[in-house]
């Protein structure tokens, strides 16, 4: 049975991060192996990438070249946006951090594009020679990524009107609300009024106008042809202008004089 090599268990576990990425409480980090064995030296591969100034940090470990670039950091100074090229001997690592606020399938792309700006420079270092290959792919990468950023963009776009608009519905409904209120008060108001209406009107239907001069001839004669409106009111519980109608009414009609 074939013995397997430190960079086959590397590559094994790489393809495995890269399947089942680490997930963290806010970190994602991802790791692709890449197998290509290189045919030149470490320093070789270094001094071909120290021209690209976007590199954070460039530094040989062992037999690999380790490319990191540190794009943000946390409170702590710590990496927390990054991704890093190991140029190994048999191969190629690539890791690198997706975050909450970041876009998985557009971090991809741009992990890609720039792997392919550091290729093109090392790429002779592993056998490949990218030439006119490297402007289209560079060039394809690019359109995808500002395609995706343009998407974005609409979408935030859309968003934000969005968010204008609920809060001009939230306004309103404020706005409703209030008037809802205003009115649902003088409803209210409007119904006590209503029935303090409907307890004089009862008040007043309690007794005929034909029955109203009965009692108060009656009440007239037990009382020595005297009468107080007040007294007939509390008694009947009828106002005491009705009284002072039905008074006017026996006098109209000749029932009572009046006496000086």
């Known amino acids: 049975m074939a013995k397997k090599d430190k960079h086959d268990e590397k590559q094994?576990?790489?393809?495995?991060?890269h399947q089942e990425p680490k997930k963290g409480p806010s970190v994602e980090v991802v790791e692709v192996g890449i197998k290509v064995p290189r045919s030149s030296s470490a320093d070789s591969v270094?001094?071909?990438?120290?021209?690209?100034s976007f590199i954070t940090e460039l530094k040989e470990q062992g037999d690999a070249v380790i490319a990191s670039v540190v794009e943000t950091r946390d409170i702590h100074k710590n990496p927390y946006l990054f991704y890093e090229f190991a140029f190994e001997k048999q191969g190629i690592n690539v890791k690198y951090a997706i975050t909450p606020e970041v876009n998985a399938k557009q971090r991809r792309v741009d992990i890609c594009r720039n792997l392919l700006a550091m290729l093109a420079v090392t790429g002779q270092a592993y056998g490949m020679e990218f030439g006119g290959l490297y402007t289209m792919l560079q060039k394809?990468?690019?359109?995808?990524?500002?395609?995706?950023?343009?998407?974005?963009?609409?979408?935030?776009?859309?968003h934000e009107a969005l968010q204008r608009e609920n809060a001009g519905l939230g306004e309103r409904y404020k706005k409703l609300k209030e008037a809802h209120d205003e009115l649902n008060n003088s409803f209210l108001e409007l119904e006590k009024r209503g029935d303090i209406l409907a307890d004089r009107v009862r008040q007043l239907e309690g007794m005929t106008d034909i029955e109203l001069k009965e009692e108060l001839q009656r009440w007239i004669f037990e009382h020595d042809g005297a009468i107080k409106y007040s007294d007939f009111a509390k008694t009947f519980n009828i106002p005491q202008s009705r009284v002072e109608e039905g008074i006017n009414a026996l006098l109209k009609e000749g029932y009572i004089i009046r006496s000086d």
Do not use: H, R
Request: proline share 3%; charged share 30%.
């Open 140 to 158: 394809a990468l690019e359109d995808a990524s500002s395609n995706a950023t343009q998407a974005y963009q609409q979408l935030m776009n859309k």
């Open 46 to 52: 270094k001094k071909a990438l120290s021209p690209l």
């Open 12 to 17: 094994e576990k790489a393809d495995k991060a």
